[in-house]
Every structure is written in C-alpha cells, then in structure tokens.
C-alpha cells in the first residue's frame, strides 16, 4: 500500500514517531549527583559550578514514540524511569533486565519523564535496590473499589511484602509509586503487584508494521504467550488474511495490536514489542515475483557477475534459482512481428535478504532489468526428433548453466502439447544457441528397431503385443540392463494403437547392433502365448500391485504389470514365468517348447480365474462430489483420515479437491459413508462456525500452567487441534473459546488433568553424576523404559550446551523463574504412586550400580598383550567368565608407549579376583625369560616321554603348569624335519632354571648309562611283558631303566635294557629269574568241573594278581563250555513282552543240568609255575574251588519273558541278587546283555538251585507288582 502526498501514511507517522525518540546521557542516572524529584516544570537542581542541562523531561526538546512536540504534558500516563541500583549506577531498560523504560496512555499522549528534585540527594544503601512509578491518577481504583484509604492499602501491602513501597507527594494529576528492597526479581514483582492492586483495567491500540506480525506471534504462539505471562496483559494480533498475504512485502503495510491489562502491563507489554519490532527492522528477506524464470540466467549474467555486483554495492544476499529446461508455461512463440511472451514464474523466485531498504532498491533494479529483457530476449523453435532432447540438457547432455555460459542463451525443452525446442537469448546469440542445441542432439546415433514385426499374428495385434512386451520388460528393468551393459538409451514411444519402433541411441554403432540382438531375444523369449490381459478399475491397480500380486506369482507363477498412474487406461498384463523363485528368475531369451504352451494358458486362464473370482467380492467403483469451503478442507482432510482409520473397510476411498469441489471416489458402500460423513461434518462446522464466539472460562493452577501448554505450546496445541476450540491460559485462569459442546469437553479434559497433576509430587534424587550414563542407558533407553511404565517424568541435568538450546526452544516457561537443577540431581514428576515407584527403582538400580561399579587399573607391557587375549579372545573371555568383571582391554594400536592399562569393572570381588589374576599373569610375564640349551636329538625321545609323560613331570616338578597350551609353550623342541639340537624354554626365572637343571640332570643320566643285553627265549618274552606290559613297566620303574623288548616276529632273542650299571645289573638279575625255567606244578582237574572251577576265568585272575602264578594246561584241549538252552521265545513258549505282564509273570524258561553227569571225562591238567610258594598257595587254592564244584553240581539256565525284568532280580546296587546268593548258597550269574536272550545261571546244589528260582521269580513279581502301583498313582 501506498500513501498519498496530501496525508501521510500509519507507517510514515510510525517511522516519523520512532525516528524522533532519540535517547541522550541526560536520561542516565548520575553516579555523583543523586537527584530528587519535583514537578514536572522545575528544572533539576544541580551544583553550582556545573551548568544545567537541558530540561530531559521537555516533550519539545525530547519528543517520545506515540506523541507530537505541541501536546500539553498535563495528561501523564504511566512510566518506567530508569532502575537506579545501589550503586547509583543506570540498570538499564530492556525489557529482559525487568520492566519497559517508557509507556504511553491509551489516548497517545506524550508521556513525561521523571524531572530532577530539589530535595538533596539520598544516602545509597548497599545491597538495596530501589524503582519508581508515574501513574495517572485517573487510571487508579476509586476510593470504594479500594474500600480504604490509600495509604492503608499501602501499609497493608508493605506489611506482607520484602521491598517497601512508598508514594511521596507528586503532580495534581500523577502519582508517583516508590520500591525499595534487595536487588533481584522479587523487588520488581513486588512494584509490579501493586500497581496491578490499586490500578484500573486499560485497553491500548498501537500499530506496527505487518511484516512484524510473525515475529510478534512466534512459532505456534511461544513468542506472544511469553510476553503475555511474563507482563500480565492480554495481547490481541489481528489475524491473517488473503489480503495480508497480498501485502506482505508491502513495508508499508500496518496491523493494530490492542493491549488490554493495567497501565503498568499495557506499557510493559508495548515496550517489549517494540523492542521485537527494531530488532527485526534492520535485516528481511523477501521474494521477487513477477519475473519469468527463463530470464534468471540473463539477470544473474556471466559467471553471476551482475549478482555480485549487486551483492557488494548493496551488501545484501541474492540468491537466484537455477535454469530449469522444463517449464509448465513455456514462452509463446510470436507471429513474424511480434514479441514472444514470457509467463512469469509461479515459485522458484528470487530471493533477496539484507538491510530493508537496501533490498527495496535491488528489487526495483531487479524488476527495471526484467522489464527491459521483456523487450530484448528473443525465442528461436529448432525442432528436433523428442527421443534426441535427452542429449541436450541433462544426465545425458550437458548442464543449464554451461548450456548459458557457451552460448548465452537458455533452452526450454518441449513439453507433450509442443515438440519445438525453444531457444532464449539476444538476437545475436540465438544463432549460436540453435548451433549448440543441434550439435548436442544430432552427435548421437540413433537406430529404431520394430518390434512388432517379430509376431505378426499375435490375436491382439503386433503392435499392441509389442507394447505388452515393452511394459513387461521395463517392469522388470531389462531395458535398463541392456542399457547399462552396451552405453545405449533407450526411448519407447506409444501411440493409441500399440508400440512405436524402439529407439536406440549411442556414440558406438556397434554397442547398438549388440543392444537389438539382446533385445531380439527376449522379445522372441515372449511370445503371444506367454501373455494374457486383464481390465480393471484403475481404482485398484493400488491394491493388485500390494496384495494380489504376490499372491499369484507364488500360486500360478504369473507376473502381474499393473499400470503406472500415468498410464490408467493400459490393462493389467499377465506374463507367464513358472514356479522358479522370484528372486533368482531369469527373463526368458528364447521361444517356449511347444509342449509347454498348454502349461503357460493352463496358468493364465487359471491366474485369469482367481482375478475374476477376486474382484466379483468387491463392489464397484463410484465417484461422487460435494461442495465444502476451503476454509474446512484441512480439517475436513483430518477427519475423514481419522474416520477411515476407525472403520472397518479393506480398502479406502481417496479424495481429492478442485476448488471447493471435493471428489470422493471408492467403493460404492465406502463412497455412500463417507460422502454422509463429510456431509455430517460440514454441517456440524458451520453450526460450530455460529457458537465460535462462547466464551468459558475456568480456575486452573497457576503452577500447572507450564504442563498445560507444554514445551514449544505442544499440549495446549494438541488440546486445541483434539477439541477445535481456541484455549488461552493466563493468571490462573483458562479461558476456551468455541462452540460451547466442544469447550465444554475441552474444560473437563482440563479439569481432570489438573486433578490428576493435583496428585503429582516431585522427588529430588541425589545422585553422583558418574552414575547418570548408566541410569539413563543408551540413546534414553532405561530412563524411556521408567517413564512410559510408571507415567512420570524423569530429568537428568543438561549440559551448558543442552540448556541453553532447550531454553531457547521453550517458549511456555518464558517469563518465569526456573530452578537451576545441580550436577547431582535427578527429579521425578508425577503421580504420587508412580513417582514413589519410579524413584524406589532407579535408587535400586543405583545401588546396583555402585555394587558393581569398584574399579581397579592393571599396567602391563604392551607386548603382553596376545598372550592375555588368547586366539580370538579365547582367554580373556574365560577370565571373564571365570571371575564375572568386566575387563576392558585396549587395542594393541601401534604407538610409541611400552605399557598400556586394562581396566576392570564389577564387585568388590569380580574386581579383587580379576586383578589377582592380571597381576599374576603380569608377574610372570615380567620374570619370564627364555633360555636355550644343546641336547643330542637321541635324547628327545626320552625326554618327551610316552605321551609326553616325562616332559610333563618335568615342568610340574619344576612348579609350572600341566595344561596343555601352557606346557607346549614352556618346552619346545626343534620340529623333527628341522635341524638342530637347541631345545627352548620360557617361562619364570626359578622355573626355567629347575628345568634346564632337569634336563641336564637327566641328559647326564643319559650319557652315563650302559645298554647290555640278555638273550631270552623268544617264548619267555610275553613273561618279561606282563599282561599289558605291566610287568615290563614294573621292572623299568623299580630299577630305573629302560628295558626293550623285541617286537613279536622279529625272532630276535636280545633283551636290551639301558640305564646306570648298578641299575642294570639289577634289572638283569629280575629278568633272568623271571625266565629261569620253572619247575611246573601239574594238578589234575576233572575236564567236567574244569568251567565251574574256572568260574568264567575268575580262578585265573585271581591266581596271577594274589600269587604271581602262571596257569597253564600243557597244550591240552579246553573242554568245551556247557551251553545254555536255546531261547524259548522263539518258538513261542514265552508270552510276549506285549502281553499283561501281571499275567506274565510265574511264566518262564527254566533247565536245570547236572554237571556230574556231562558227557566229558576224565582230568585236564593245571600246570601251576611260580616261586614253590606261591605255587602251593594256589593249588590250595584251586582244590577248594573243586570241592565246591562237587558240592554244587548243579545248573539251572532260567529265561524270563521280559528282558526289562531282570533289573528286579538285581535290585538297586545289586542288593536282591546278593541276598538271594545268601538264602539259596548258590551262585548267581545276571547276564549283562538281557535283550540277548541270555539265561540267568544259578550254580548250586540241587535244592539250592530250586530254592533260587523261586526267589527269583518272587522278586520279579514284586517289582512288576511296585510297578503297577507307580504307575496308578501317576494316573
């Protein structure tokens, strides 16, 4: 907007009125001069050597913003002077130190400043703090609404306040209000409250510019809630409207703002805008519309030198957008003597930030550039073939702006309705701009390939197959492929009647040829057979590609193409793949096999099939259109998402808008709803729209305001967006402004969230800061975890950087006194019960934590290292398992420091137990030492040992460790390809020693010793042996040698033993009385008895481990071994084990032989060789076995029908078999095999052997009884 020369402008007075407050030293307190206070037409009185200022409170002199020199300073309004501190020096008037410097009444007058007085000046009291008040008397309470005399509210006030307040004589029509009292906020609050205890409720218009609206209002309304609680007094902001959106870069343009409070919140309030409104003045930062975009290259210039031209002279910043080479409104073309006409640009404009009238200069230069390039740029058409224009501009081309810098012209490449390239650009320049174009587009080698022609007789027609096989083949990205692979483009033009010839475009006309045999293929590879249609709704092309699409790749192996939104009327095509995966098909290259024709159309028809059966369950599609005002589409836009989530509908309709026609268009049923609901929705806004004027306004806890607006104004945003209610939260009070339902639901959520903050309490942790990481857990995780659990609040303390983001961030809390939280702190918010919960948690974790949080810091030597992490962390994670502490060791980076620390974490005794460990480890890494000695490689053998026995006595004798690692490490011998005697050894100093003392020791043994041999019979060598080499050893072990026998076969008769000579001739003197020829004693044993007195070869057993007595029978034949009875169960005699085994039970095999009567005769001889005796020890031996043989003459085999019945016989520890031994005085042989079909033997006398099988039998029956028992108590 403009203003006229006859009557000057809102803005023009505005600027005028601030441009004559200029503010001077005299408005300062002075440090030496303390002044008193008179009427307001006395000069200050001052000493008399200084020369008197100027009046500082003549409105001639010194005019204020909002008043004129000619008014009378008889109508005072209410005024901030200067705060003077205790040390008289000037506090300032800003707004953030306290409270405005200057107010103006409600009628604009001109307000006076406090003049000098005559009263000699004050005595300054440290630490004390003093302000002053000028009031109109007009704008005080009356002497009935005070219901008391003035200076009784006064005392009264003083009497519950800290700072002091005082109203000492003034003007007639002004009072002056004086506070004194600590320095700091309360002082001020204290002045504050009184004026608004004895001052009248004032309403004030003042104006600013438009442009300052935003920035008066803030994000989501932070910045006008902090001035109105943090001042007291309501600010009203007209609200927005097309036609400020017209004027916002208009700087003329003005808004009123009306403040309503008391004088001293009105002025407060006014002050603080003002201040927003010079600090924004300065810098703006504004659009440039009106200008095509096709001449943004031309404005900038060359290498943007026009731009920085600009930039420098003006200091502000242009910024220019980029040439684009599409447009949506191209420039026209014009007849043979016409201009072209260029549109301007709809976004993308030209952006201009800096001084304010700085930019106003540039845009206008700006605009006078355009106007004159309107008359100068000319519009050259070239055209070209469409599948050429991607090499001109573009990936495939080159850029805009070297498009500009070569030729100084602009392109704008064609659109669908228009196929000429148009070239912008001084008549002088197009020539060169054509020049380029026609280069960049012409350079490329183009081939078309038509496709059709390779199925001619497909039933749909050639060419509308061959756009089927293009869809398909760029869905699955094979164009792509081939692309990539031979550098070709590819352009796939349609026509109404099917596919156009391929175009193929590449710098290589080989890459071509090798592009179209790739192409070639796979057309051939798809023939008519291999693809089906399938016309649908363009409505559920959506739903096919998400839901039905896989469904029938998996089920029929056919692909579905569903067309793109650019290409709605295209058909779904059904391709046929087969049942190979997905993921690792391969496009077919070649012509189906004939006998696979029929499986691809048996798939189609049936894929076909399902598509019909599926979309004959939905409805059909419909459309239909309502009107609706814009100014409800985005509500209306929320709702129905919010009713459509809500319902129960498979699929959704869409809606879309032209104007205030809005188009619902889905499912028949769907539509018919939701057109009701959008319908029921308008009406209830427009009735709503007619109650938006009820008011209701409620108490609200002041102290709960903040969580009622919530950080930034989120809550109360979300408040307002859930009830459609406008929600204004002030002094205790909530005010709800809307239709009176929805602020009646809005005044009971509030109502009982104040209830339920009524209940929240407010614990204060004291927590060492070294625990809070912990506490809080990654990225919030553990304190998240608490609060969503226990609905509380938890708040570490921030960091200097968070605070003072956050409090940036929060508009809500502005204006209000925020409890600086320590270090240490923690605070939980919330109800009581959750709060008294989440508090007991986090101390118990707390303490958990300081359980497990003792320390300790291990320094070893870098190069230690590998040995204390082991192959892939194998030992360092068994000592942590071990002892349950963390144990953080460092990377072995390579620097230049020699130690390094390992730091380990837990309780008291994980730490105490991992650094024993470490430090062991530590100690003897530190003393270990290595040392290498000689030794003949014939000793190896022998120091190593028969499973390295010897070389691990060694090490444990010596004090280090059998375990296998640790040993091979301690001791190593040179690899037997390897040459060399040298045998290493590691470990500590006292260890090391002892074993190279040992192998020394041993080695010396070694080279001492003497090898004779003794010729033994090769017949006697299995004596020397033993059975299992247990003799041999015996002889080696006492008498310290070696002896070695030769291998069996080898026919050799030389026993060589090896050791110290006394040693050896001892040795010698065994072997040779262990093969001295014995005198054998033969003892003959009836062949029939000979098993029952073997006893299963016990008796032999028993003789060489008791007596050292060899058995022999002198080359005698064994009689044969008594068989047990064949097993019965084959031919049927036992019941089944599946029969009832109650019932089973008394059946069984049962065969009793008599031993006396066996069909052997006659004796076999024992031949008995040993020392003479031992020898009549055993045959003393062998004749009681024989007796007992002879009184037990009997055998009885008895079978049982289930082998799982035998383990009744043997009871728990063999106890029932042992007993029944001792009752029947036989013996009992239970066969370990059961499942064999093995017979239990009983050895005794005929009554005996009776007497056992009934006591056999009886203990089955009682186990198999015990059985049944169990189980019919688990039953």
Request: proline residues 6%; contains cysteine.
């Given at each position: ?7 000057p ?7 005028e009125?601030?441009a ?9 307190a002075?440090?030496?001069l303390q ?20 009046p500082t409170d ?11 020199a000619?008014?009378?300073?008889a ?32 009628s ?5 400043r406090?003049?000098?007085?005559a009263n000699p ?7 004390q ?5 000028l ?5 005080i309470?009356s ?6 005399p003035?200076?009784d509210v006064?005392r ?5 306040s ?8 003034h ?7 004086e ?14 409250d009184?004026?608004?205890?004895i001052?009248t409720?004032?309403?004030?218009d ?5 442009w ?16 109105e609680?943090?001042t ?26 009306v ?7 009105v ?17 703006v930062?504004?659009?440039v519309k009106g ?7 031309f404005?900038?210039?060359p290498?943007?030198?026009?731009l ?22 191209p420039?026209?073309?014009?007849g043979p ?20 009238h700085?930019?106003r ?15 100068q ?24 702006q ?16 228009d ?5 912008v650009?001084?008549?002088e320049?197009?020539g060169?701009?054509?020049e380029?174009?026609?280069a960049?587009?012409m ?30 083949l ?8 081939i692309?990539?692979s ?35 293929a ?6 008519p ?22 469904h ?10 569903v ?28 012509p189906p096999a ?9 798939s189609l ?26 100014k409800y ?15 129960a509908?498979p699929?959704?309709a869409?809606?879309?808008n ?5 188009y ?7 539509v018919?709803?939701l057109?009701?609901k ?14 938006r ?5 409620f ?55 104040a209830?339920?903050?009524e209940?929240?309490?407010?614990h ?23 609060q ?9 303390p ?21 409890r600086?939280?320590?270090p ?6 919330g ?19 300081k ?7 291990v ?15 194998a030992a ?24 390094v ?6 309780t ?12 062991e ?6 003393d ?10 014939k ?5 190593i040992?028969t499973g ?6 060694i ?12 040993l091979?490490r ?6 037997q ?15 090391v ?24 019979p ?7 042996v ?10 080696e ?11 069996q076969?080898?026919?050799s ?5 090896v050791?110290?000579?006394?040693d ?11 093969v ?17 007195v073997a006893?299963r ?9 008791d007596f050292?007595?060899?058995?022999d ?17 084959e ?15 008394d ?6 032989v008599d031993?006396?009567s066996a ?13 003479p ?28 029908p ?15 078999v ?39 039998l009886?203990a ?16």
């Open positions: 907007m403009s203003a006229s020369t006859s009557e402008s809102a803005a023009s007075l505005l600027r009125q601030h004559s407050h200029r503010a001077t030293v005299e408005d300062a002075d440090d030496d002044a008193g206070t008179s009427s307001p037409s006395q000069p200050a009185a001052k000493p008399a050597s200084s020369q008197a200022p100027p003549s409105l001639e002199l010194f005019p204020e913003l909002g008043g004129s000619g008014k009378s300073p109508n005072l309004a209410p005024v901030w002077p200067v705060k003077a501190g205790a040390n008289g020096r000037s506090n300032g008037a800003s707004p953030a130190a306290g409270t405005p410097d200057v107010s103006a009444p409600p604009g007058a001109a307000t006076p406090l003049g000098a007085s000046p004050k005595l300054s009291i440290p630490n703090y003093s302000e002053s008040f009031i109109n008397k007009n704008e309470r002497r009935t609404e005070l219901k008391r003035l200076a006064v009264d006030f003083n009497r519950k800290r700072a002091q307040i005082k109203v000492p004589p003007a007639d029509d002004v009072l002056r209000i506070v004194t009292g600590p320095k700091g906020e309360a002082t001020t609050k204290a002045l504050r009184f004026v608004s205890l001052g409720k004032a309403k004030q003042h104006f600013i510019p438009r300052a609206r935003p920035h008066i209002i803030g994000k989501g309304g932070a910045v006008i809630k902090a001035i609680e943090k007291g007094a309501r600010v009203h902001v007209p609200k927005d409207d097309a036609q400020a959106a017209a004027d916002q870069d208009d700087d003329e343009a003005v808004i009123k703002v403040f309503e409070g008391n004088s001293q919140q002025a407060y309030a006014r002050d603080i805008v003002d201040n927003i409104v010079n600090e924004r003045a300065g810098d930062e504004v659009p200008i095509p975009a096709e001449f943004y290259p404005i900038a210039g290498n943007n030198s026009f920085n031209a600009l930039e420098q002279e003006k200091d502000i910043r242009i910024r220019v957008p980029p040439a684009q080479p599409f447009s949506a409104t420039p026209v073309v014009p003597q016409g201009r072209p006409v260029f549109t301007p640009a709809e976004s993308s404009f030209i952006q201009l930030a800096g001084d304010r700085a930019v200069e540039v845009r206008e230069r700006l605009e006078q550039r355009a106007a004159e390039l309107r008359n740029l000319v519009v050259e058409p070239v055209n070209i073939q469409p599948g050429r224009h991607q090499f001109i501009i573009g990936e495939r081309g080159i850029s805009m070297q498009f500009f810098d070569e030729t100084r012209c602009t392109i704008v490449l064609p659109t669908e309705e196929d000429d390239v148009k070239i650009g001084f008549a320049d197009t060169l701009g054509v380029k174009t026609v960049l587009a350079d490329m080698q183009c081939s078309n390939m038509d496709i059709s022609r390779f199925h001619r007789q497909a039933p749909v027609g050639a060419a509308v197959h061959a756009r089927h096989v293009t869809r398909y760029q869905d699955k990205g094979e164009l792509e492929r692309a990539k031979y550098n070709v483009h590819f352009n796939t033009p349609f026509s109404e009647q099917g596919a156009l010839p391929l175009e193929l475009y590449s710098r290589d006309g080989k890459s071509i040829v090798k592009a179209q045999a790739e192409v070639r796979l057309v051939d590879g798809h023939p057979a291999r693809i089906a249609t399938y016309a649908v709704d363009p409505f559920y092309h959506p739903y096919i590609r998400k839901e039905v699409s896989p029938v790749r998996q089920t029929y192996g056919v692909h579905l193409v067309p793109e939104p650019s290409e709605p009327r295209a058909p779904v095509l059904l391709v046929y793949e087969g049942s190979s995966d997905p993921a690792s098909f391969q496009v077919a290259r070649e004939k006998n696979a024709v029929g499986e691809m159309q048996k028809r049936e894929a076909r099939a399902y598509l019909d059966e599926l979309m004959s369950q939905r409805e059909p599609v419909a459309s239909n259109q309502i009107e609706v005002p814009i589409h985005s509500r209306l836009q929320k709702h129905v998402k919010k009713e459509q989530d809500n319902a509908h699929i959704r869409r809606m879309s032209t104007g205030e026609t809005v619902i268009r889905g499912p028949a049923s769907v018919e709803w057109t009701a959008c319908l029921e929705f308008v009406e209830q806004e427009k009735r709503d729209e007619k109650e004027d009820f008011t209701l306004e108490d609200f806890p002041q102290r709960f305001a903040n969580h009622l607006i919530g950080k930034g104004g989120s809550h109360i945003r979300e408040l307002r967006e859930k009830f459609d209610v406008d929600i204004q939260v002030n002094d205790g009070k909530v005010q709800l402004k809307g239709p009176q339902a929805k602020a009646q639901a809005a005044k009971a959520h509030i109502t009982a969230l209830r339920q903050l209940d929240e309490v407010t204060v942790l004291k927590i060492d800061p070294k625990f809070h990481r912990e506490l809080i857990g990654a990225q919030g995780s553990q304190i998240i975890k608490l969503n659990r226990y609905k509380v609040l938890i708040f570490f921030r960091n200097q950087k968070g605070a003072k983001d956050d409090d940036s961030a929060s508009g809500s809390d502005a204006g209000k006194p925020r600086q939280q320590a240490d702190e923690v605070i939980v918010r109800p009581k019960r959750g709060a008294d919960e989440a508090r007991d948690e986090i101390l118990s974790l707390l303490q958990y934590l359980d497990t949080s003792h320390t300790a810091t320094t070893v030597q870098k190069k230690q290292l590998p040995s204390l992490i082991g192959s892939g962390g360092l994670e068994q000592l942590r398992q071990s002892t349950g502490a963390r144990i953080d060791v460092p990377a072995p980076k390579e620097s230049e420091e020699t130690h620390d390992i730091h380990i974490k837990g008291k005794a994980q730490v105490a137990a991992a650094k024993q460990i470490l430090e480890k530590k100690a003897i890494f530190e270990t030492v290595v040392r290498r000695i000689e030794v003949p490689r000793y190896h053998k022998a120091l040992g390295g026995a010897t070389l691990r006595d090490v444990v004798k010596a004090g280090g460790s059998d375990e296998p690692r640790e091979s301690t001791i190593q011998f040179p690899k390809d390897a040459d060399g005697d040298t045998i290493k050894v590691e470990g500590r100093t006292e260890i020693n002892k074993i190279v003392a040992q192998i020394e020791a041993m080695v010396a043994e070694r080279e001492s010793q003497v090898t004779e041999s003794v010729d033994v090769v017949e006697k060598h299995r004596t020397i033993g059975r299992g080499g247990e003799t041999k050893r015996g002889i072990t006492e008498f310290k040698v070696s002896v070695d026998v030769p291998r076969g080898s026919n008769t030389a026993v060589k033993i050791g110290q000579p006394a050896v001739e001892k040795a010698k003197a065994r072997i040779l009385d262990l001295k020829e014995q005198e054998g004693e033969t003892l003959q044993v009836p062949r029939a008895l000979h098993h029952a006893n070869g016990q008796i032999f057993r028993k003789l060489r481990s050292h007595v060899t058995v029978h002198a080359g005698h034949a064994l009689p044969p071994k008594p068989a047990p009875p064949a097993s019965t169960r031919n049927g005699a036992l019941p089944l084990i599946t029969d009832d085994a109650e019932a089973a039970a059946l069984h095999s049962w065969k009793v031993n006396t069909a052997e005769e006659g004796d076999i001889p024992w031949v008995l060789r040993g020392s005796e031992n020898v009549a020890k055993a045959k003393a031996a062998i004749q009681a076995a024989i007796e007992q043989a002879k009184q037990n003459p009997t055998t009885g085999y008895l079978v049982l289930d082998p799982k019945t035998y383990r009744f016989v043997i009871g728990q520890g063999g106890s029932k042992n007993a029944i031994r001792k009752q029947s005085d036989c013996r009992i042989t239970v066969p370990r095999e059961q499942s064999q079909d093995e017979a239990i033997e009983v050895v005794g006398t005929r009554e005996g052997v009776e007497k056992a099988k009934e006591l056999i009886a089955v029956r009682e186990g198999i009884a015990a059985r049944k028992e169990r189980d019919s108590e688990r039953e």
